[in-house]
C-alpha cells in the first residue's frame, strides 16, 4: 500500500529522533517530503506547529489529513499502516518486546547517547558525566542482549531496530566511543547494510 500523496515529514537534520522516521520511511519505499523545522530559532514552539504537536517538539508527519507526533508512535503507524507485517509482529510475546525496545528508545536512549551528544553538538544544559554513565549503561545491556543475535527482536529488522539505531550509532559524537561494543557495531554495520539504508548526516560540529 501506498499513501495517496508524498507523507509530510516536519524534523531537523541533526535530530536522531527525526532520522528514525526518514529511515523507515525510507525503508519501506513510502513517498516523503521532509520540511526543515527551524529547532535553534524556536520553530517548533510557534502556534502553527504547536497546532501540529502541543509538545513542541520533531518529528511530526502528515498523512493526508492524519497528523501525528512522537517518533515510535509514527514508527508504529507506519509499521501497521503501511509495513510488511515482520515491523511490527502480530504475536503478542514478539509485539511485547518490540515494545520494550520502543521504551527503551524513549528512556535510556534519550536519558544517555542522546543527551550527551545534544551537551557536545548543542551545548544543551545537561549532565554531562550522568549522559554518558547512562549511555555506557546502556551499551553495556545492548552489547549482552545482541551477543549471538542479529537484530534486536526476533530474525529479522523491527521498528525496534529503527528506533534505537539514530543515536547508538551517533553516540561517538557525544563522546561516547562505541569500541568497547563489538555486538553492538556489528548490529550498526547490520543496519546500515539494510537495503534503503539512509545515514543520518554526521555533524560538522562533531569533528
Ligand atoms: N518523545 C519524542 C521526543 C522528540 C524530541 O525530543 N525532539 C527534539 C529534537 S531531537 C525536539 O524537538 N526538541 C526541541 C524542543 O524540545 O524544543 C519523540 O520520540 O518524538
Not at 501506498?2 to 528514525?20: D, E, K
Not at 530559532?41 to 511530526?60: D, I
Amino acid at each position: 500500500m501506498q499513501p495517496n500523496q508524498p507523507i509530510r515529514l516536519y524534523g531537523f537534520p541533526l535530530s536522531g529522533h527525526s532520522h528514525r522516521v526518514q529511515l523507515f520511511l525510507n525503508m519501506l519505499g513510502l513517498p516523503h517530503e521532509f520540511i526543515y523545522v527551524d529547532l535553534p530559532n524556536k520553530a517548533q514552539k510557534e502556534a502553527s506547529f504547536l497546532a501540529r504537536n502541543p509538545r513542541g517538539q520533531v518529528p511530526v508527519i502528515e498523512d493526508g489529513d492524519i497528523t501525528l507526533y512522537d517518533s515510535t508512535a509514527i514508527l508504529v503507524y507506519l509499521a501497521r499502516q503501511y509495513g510488511d507485517g515482520g515491523w511490527l509482529p502480530g504475536d503478542p510475546v514478539d509485539a511485547a518486546r518490540v515494545q520494550q525496545f520502543l521504551s527503551l528508545a524513549s528512556g535510556e536512549v534519550l536519558e544517555g547517547p542522546a543527551k550527551a551528544r545534544m551537551v557536545k553538538l548543542f551545548n544543551a544544559p545537561l549532565d554531562y558525566q550522568q549522559a554518558k554513565e547512562k549511555a555506557f549503561s546502556l551499551l553495556q545491556l545492548l552489547d549482552a542482549h545482541l551477543a549471538g543475535r542479529n537484530f534486536l527482536v526476533g530474525t529479522r529488522p523491527t521498528i525496534a531496530d529503527i528506533a534505537c539505531y539514530s543515536y547508538v550509532a551517533h553516540a561517538p559524537e557525544g563522546g561516547v566511543s562505541l569500541d568497547a561494543y563489538p555486538h553492538v557495531r556489528g548490529w550498526v554495520a547490520r543496519i546500515e547494510s539494510l537495503p534503503d539504508f539512509v545515514p543520518m548526516p554526521a555533524s560538522p560540529l562533531a569533528a
